[in-house]
T-cell receptor
Framework: GEDVEQSLFLSVREGDSSVINCTYT??????LYWYKQEPGAGLQLLTY?????DMKQDQRLTVLLNKKDKHLSLRIADTQTGDSAIYFC???????????FGQGTELSVKP | ETGVTQTPRHLVMGMTNKKSLKCEQH?????MYWYKQSAKKPLELMFV???????ENNSVPSRFSPECPNSSHLFLHLHTLQPEDSALYLC????????????????FGPGTRLTVL
């Protein structure tokens, strides 16, 4: 079945790197996404990676995809207090627009 | 600003009320979605509209009734809700649903926080 797993919490110090991990079960995923949700807000698309790529970098964000292990990670360099939020990974299998979301990882950045 | 707006942002209603949630997208997309986000649970897809046709109803109770009059607008009509329906309701849009090549990348609105008393 389709399942996306994330750890629930991560706490880092300001200026450190954060790494948020995600595992998924369906090897037919075509795109994998990272969304950010700040308190009281909707989901903001951060970045996405096509399943035939291993890595994608966008400013402070680096996405790594290990398709063999079905593991996706989001690295945030030089983490700031404004990065405190819940981060969701999601997979798309081009099936009627369905995205399967993980439970979200709450990132807490301490000054 | 993602180009997807939702109104109202907050709604409190009794179980016998009828209300509607509205979503509007300014991105020129053809697919729109309703999700329910409850505390401690993953996002639940409720409905998908692609080119104004409903293509997905994820076993949603009939007290939730969607309407998509055109590709830019999506409504969720609510009646006789239960307290467990209290949640954040999120609308999203994408270029298409299942068009492939990333055309189903979804952009979300800010949500409507619904409380059912």
């Amino acid at each position: 079945g389709e399942d996306v797993e994330q750890s629930l919490f991560l706490s880092v110090r300001e200026g450190d790197s954060s790494v948020i991990n995600c595992t998924y079960t369906d090897s037919s995923s075509t795109y994998l996404y990272w969304y950010k949700q700040e308190p009281g807000a909707g989901l903001q698309l951060l970045t996405y990676i096509f399943s035939n790529m291993d890595m994608k970098q966008d400013q402070r964000l680096t996405v790594l995809l290990n398709k063999k292990d079905k593991h996706l990670s989001l690295r945030i360099a030089d983490t700031q207090t404004g990065d405190s939020a819940i981060y969701f990974c999601a997979e798309s299998m081009d099936q009627g627009g369905k995205l399967i979301f993980g439970q979200g990882t709450e990132l807490s950045v301490k000054p | 600003e993602t180009g997807v707006t939702q109104t109202p942002r907050h709604l409190v209603m009794g179980m016998t009320n009828k209300k509607s949630l509205k979503c509007e997208q300014h991105l020129g997309h053809n697919a729109m979605y309703w999700y329910k986000q409850s505390a401690k649970k993953p996002l639940e897809l409720m409905f998908v509209y692609n080119f104004k046709e409903q293509t997905e109803n994820n076993s949603v109770p009939s007290r939730f009734s969607p309407e998509c009059p055109n590709s830019s607008h999506l409504f969720l009509h609510l009646h006789t809700l239960q307290p467990e329906d209290s949640a954040l309701y999120l609308c999203a849009s994408s270029q298409e649903a299942a068009g492939g090549a990333g055309t189903d990348t979804q952009y979300f609105g800010p949500g409507t926080r619904l409380t059912v008393l």
